[in-house]
């Protein structure tokens, strides 16, 4: 596996992951204008031999503190550590790194609390689901 730092270029391959693995659909411009914001920043893991796309992160800060706008990995190739060396790249960009992960998402919360990540707070209704459904968030912290 071979990890790259988000450009341009990378927006349709993230548009893609992303829907795979959410049910929120973000289009490849929605990207585009997150990517090309300044304070953005983020990693695409691939498959060294065939350039397949495995997933990505995508965060937004600076080297004192930044937070995960979104991270997924391909279905097929979870819990094989994809995700947890985007993790690691990202967090090397910054000393304090903040996300919020919805309470029912236990895939998510199993994964930060593994690599390090400490809960620091409740957000009251924070996702609105698409059957109307409110669900809270939980806000993680990362401190190098
Ligand atoms: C969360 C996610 C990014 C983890 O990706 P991954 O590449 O599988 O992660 P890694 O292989 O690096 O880490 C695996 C660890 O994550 C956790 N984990 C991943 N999938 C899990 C599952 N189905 N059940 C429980 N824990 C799980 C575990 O702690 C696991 O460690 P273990 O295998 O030793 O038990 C992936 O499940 C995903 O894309 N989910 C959908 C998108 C999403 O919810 N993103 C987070 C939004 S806040």
Sequence with gaps: MNICELGLGHCAVIANLHAESFTENWSTQAFAD???LPATFG???FDCENDDPFGFI???GDN???EI???ATRPAIRR??????LLKAACAQTARMFLEVATDNLSAISFYEKHGFAKIGV???YYKRSDGALVNALVYEFTA
Excluded: D, P, S, W
């Excluded at 094989?80 to 060396?85: D, K, L, R």
């Design 34 to 36: 997150l990517v090309g």
């Design 43 to 45: 990693f695409l893991a």
């Design 58 to 60: 995508l965060c937004q």
């Design 64 to 66: 004192i503190e930044a």
């Design 69 to 71: 706008i979104t991270i």
């Design 80 to 85: 094989q550590g994809v995700a947890g060396a």
């Design 123 to 125: 957000r009251k209704n």
